[in-house]
């Protein structure tokens, strides 16, 4: 019912459903959404209460996403992701070893608020204007200065402002995304970084290279810590708020695994915050959930955010948490729907380039929560003389705990 209102639109009599989609259509902000928990009926919320700061003529959030905020399942003792943040933080306080001989306390914060300045967390980190993900359609905005963090790099600006040695950020972080089983538009990134001052350089002739050889002992130290004693590779990377950058691979089960990105802090960032010329760091990022979903065997990232008992049990049960190969208690079949609409108005009407599609996204997370697995683009036809655009995506619904029926997914849809 939701997805009918939100693309204003009549249903027709088979199957696919055929929509009229607009971009205004997707700018709808309902007053009421389906959801539904792990384990929970399907049910409906009246009211909507915005988060601090948000202004409701700007925004783009969608009640699904407010009620992440604060959930702060990194912080749950025997969840995987505190366990991963734990084991990377512990890495650093007990096996660190930097080249320069000297071993600073790393200071640990997961307790940032994930509502950031536009300054914070593109600006300052030397992201351009034009750059995707500074876009409405890639990023939750609350107002024109605020958003939710699209990474915990952003908190790099305070620890650098301080001129803290060795620092480490974890939290949870939002990015529109599309719907399947290893993307969700909340996820939980640990960033850290370090900052050697012009005694530990004071004996080397390049310092860039002596920051890069210390940042890649530090992480090939780490993926060893996690993955075993496994081969790693280093790829050039670009990223704007490092240079030189790269990306850290391991060999893990006969494949290439990508594990994170890293690289020398820019030295427009460091001069921004005062930081002396003859100073110089590393800094690098990594993903919770892509980590605990590899060694955990952990097949759908939505499980991160169940309330299953026989999910958390798995790991709060365990001797060694770090061990557990997650056992699957459930394979209920999916419930399979196709979805068609045309897009724009067709003629000399060019409305329909504004379509993009993490904003359908967005209405079937909004409309139907944790319950899509998937959703899949799998045709698409123009019409000879109109022009218009129709697109037909197959929506995969599948409860993690219990059979969902037709009749419950119809009357969503």
Known sequence: MLVCRLLSA??????????????????????HRFSSGAADEVKVEEEEVLLPGEDPSFSNLTPNIREKVGKNIHHIPYHPLCAMKQRIINYFATQYKSVSGQQPEFVVRDDFSPIVSVSDNFDALLIPPDHPGRRKQESYYLSKDKLLRTHATCHQVGFLAEKTPAYIAVGDVYRRDTIDSTHYPVFHQLDAGRLFSKEELANTDDPVEFVRDDMKQALEGLARELFGNVKSRWIDEYFPFTHPSNELEIEFRNEWVEVLGCGVIHRNILRHHNVPDDH???AFGIGLERLAMILHNIPDIRLFWTTDERFHSQFRDAPDPSAVKFKQYSAHPPCVKDVAFWIGRGGECDDAALFDENDFMEVLRDAAGDLIESATLIDTFTHPKTKRESRCYRINYRHMSRTLTNEEINSMQ
């Open 10 to 31: 009549a249903r027709v009599a088979t199957t696919p459903r055929a929509w009229s989609l607009s971009p205004a259509a997707l700018a709808y902000r309902p007053s």
């Open 280 to 282: 110089y760091g590393w």
